[in-house]
């Protein structure tokens, strides 16, 4: 099996190829690679989109990618492959992003990426550190994971999703935050797994065992 993280210059992958290394070797879930080409997305068993940094610059340097949207899009919705978009890479999957400027998202998951606006204003923005989650629904990568694990987040940005059944978890900074969604073969996760510690490790393995 074959796990791709993508690379299209829109942050550190250093410690997300590491923490998916030592779950793949842990789980026996095969070889996983960083690629910036769609060559790799075409032939992969999983695909991780992270992304640091804006909505509309990260969906800019991954369009600018030759042949990496399409090698996205037909691998996520013609063939079902698994797929976890991380922090940015989980917006890109709604339907609009509203940082800066419009921009669209994937469209896979309905809903809207918008500023984060706390009811306590002494709450900072962005949300920063460590937050529990509350789990809304079940979901395979979330086996062991329950409501009251750490989860470690950094954004000013947050997913109001459409459909309620798509949103798999949530934390509360002053108002729900969006945590997690899932759909068919498409999950997302708005905290780092990579820097969640024992949470974070337990939903890569999860993800790399999936078979939806």
Same mark, same amino acid.
């Given at each position: 099996?074959l796990?791709?993280?993508?690379d +299209?210059?829109?942050?550190?992958?250093?410690?997300?190829?590491?923490?998916?290394?030592?779950?793949?070797?842990?789980?026996?879930?095969?070889?996983v690679?960083?690629?910036?080409?769609?060559?790799?997305?075409?032939?992969?068993?999983?695909?991780?989109?992270?992304?640091?940094?804006?909505?509309?610059?990260?969906?800019? $340097?991954?369009?600018?990618?030759?042949?990496?949207?399409?090698?996205?899009a037909e691998?996520?919705?013609?063939?079902?492959?698994?797929?976890?978009?991380?922090?940015?890479?989980m917006?890109?999957? &709604?339907?609009r992003? =509203?940082? +800066?400027?419009?921009?669209?998202?994937?469209?896979?998951?309905?809903?809207?990426?918008v500023?984060?606006?706390?009811?306590?204003?002494?709450?900072?923005?962005?949300?920063?550190?460590?937050?529990?989650?509350?789990?809304?629904? $079940?979901?395979?990568?979330?086996?062991?994971?329950?409501?009251?694990?750490?989860?470690y987040?950094? =954004?000013s940005y947050?997913f109001r999703?459409?459909?309620? $059944?798509?949103r798999?978890?949530?934390?509360? +900074?002053?108002?729900?935050?969006t945590?997690?969604?899932?759909?068919?073969?498409i999950?997302?996760?708005?905290? =780092?797994?990579e820097?969640?510690? &024992?949470?974070?490790?337990?939903?890569? $393995?999860?993800?790399?065992?999936?078979?939806?």
């Open positions: 099996m796990t791709v993280l993508i +299209y210059d829109s942050g550190n992958l250093h410690s997300a190829e590491k923490a998916f290394q030592r779950m793949a070797a842990e789980t026996d879930a095969g070889k690679i960083v690629t910036s080409r769609a060559e790799d997305v075409a032939r992969a068993d999983r695909i991780v989109l992270p992304g640091d940094g804006a909505f509309p610059a990260c969906r800019a $340097a991954l369009d600018a990618v030759p042949g990496m949207t399409e090698a996205i691998a996520v919705t013609r063939r079902a492959v698994p797929f976890l978009g991380i922090c940015i890479g917006q890109m999957l &709604a339907t992003g =509203h940082e +800066y400027r419009d921009t669209d998202g994937f469209g896979w998951i309905g809903g809207d990426v500023h984060i606006d706390p009811a306590d204003p002494a709450l900072k923005v962005p949300h920063m550190g460590w937050n529990d989650l509350v789990i809304d629904h $079940a979901h395979p990568v979330l086996l062991g994971i329950e409501t009251g694990a750490h989860a987040f950094v =954004h947050h999703v459409a459909d309620p $059944a798509e798999l978890a949530h934390c509360d +900074y002053g108002g729900d935050i945590a997690i969604v899932g759909q068919g073969n999950v997302g996760t708005q905290f =780092h797994p820097k969640s510690q &024992a949470t974070g490790l337990k939903l890569i $393995a999860n993800f790399l065992a999936w078979k939806p």
